[in-house]
Antibody
Framework: QVHLQESGPGLVNPSETLSLTCTVS????????WSWIRQSPGMGLEWVGC???????NYSPYINSRGTISVDTSKNHLSLTLTSVTAADTAVYYC?????????????WGQGTTVTVSS | SYVLTQPPSVSVAPGQTATITCGGD??????VHWYQQKPGQAPVLVVS???DRPSGIPERFSGSNSGNTATLTISRVEAGDEADYYC???????????FGPGTKVTVL
């Protein structure tokens, strides 16, 4: 059974760079789409971006040039880097597994990691 | 970008049927996925590709999609179904995933 575990710094200073990792266990990271989704306190789900099995990335227009998603197949993990963070980036960040195509549903989710942007 | 609409809340008595809608322009041409999220927990996929149920999801959960509205139906509602429900689609015109604003289901 595939299991996802997010990890990150917890607290980030405004204007700095946030780096998160999602470790995939119990299955291969290859041959799937992988996404990052976040949820600000008391709010709904917001898609951050995704990466395909070929390494093609797409990002939310709200993230756009600030975000970078990558996959390290040797470590079986997924990463998200978000630059120039502000308080608006405070959220629980989830990684999730999609299917073989972009329009597939996300069938496996991590438990989420909380990120607070504050000085 | 593509916009999805959902009612903020739905209330239903135990044993009755809850119907949650997800509106979008010609959404019937897209694959719609539904997620259940309970407080403090990660979302769970309950219906994929309009009407498919992932393994382990009760048959009480069903979905449909046509025209400008997709629907998640929960039959014989139980107290444990109380949660937020989100619809989601992939927008091919902008190459991005879109989530609906969510519907809070309250079991009376």
């Amino acid at each position: 059974q595939v299991h996802l575990q997010e990890s990150g710094p917890g607290l980030v200073n405004p204007s700095e760079t946030l780096s998160l990792t999602c470790t995939v266990s119990g299955g291969s990271i290859s041959s799937y789409f992988w996404s990052w989704i976040r949820q600000s306190p008391g709010m709904g789900l917001e898609w951050v971006g995704c990466i395909s099995d070929t390494g093609k990335t797409n990002y939310s227009p709200y993230i756009n040039s600030r975000g970078t998603i990558s996959v390290d197949t040797s470590k079986n993990h997924l990463s998200l880097t978000l630059t120039s963070v502000t308080a608006a980036d405070t959220a629980v960040y989830y990684c999730a597994r999609g299917g073989a195509v972009a329009y597939s549903g996300m069938d496996v989710w991590g438990q989420g990691t909380t990120v607070t942007v504050s000085s | 970008s593509y916009v999805l609409t959902q009612p903020p809340s739905v209330s239903v008595a135990p044993g009755q049927t809850a119907t949650i809608t997800c509106g979008g322009d010609n959404i019937g041409s897209k694959s719609v996925h539904w997620y259940q999220q309970k407080p403090g927990q990660a979302p769970v996929l309950v219906v994929s590709d309009d009407s498919d149920r992932p393994s382990g999801i009760p048959e009480r959960f069903s979905g449909s999609n046509s025209g400008n509205t997709a629907t998640l139906t929960i039959s014989r509602v139980e107290a444990g179904d109380e949660a937020d429900y989100y619809c989601q689609v992939w927008d091919f015109s902008s190459d991005e995933d879109v989530f609906g604003p969510g519907t809070k289901v309250t079991v009376l």
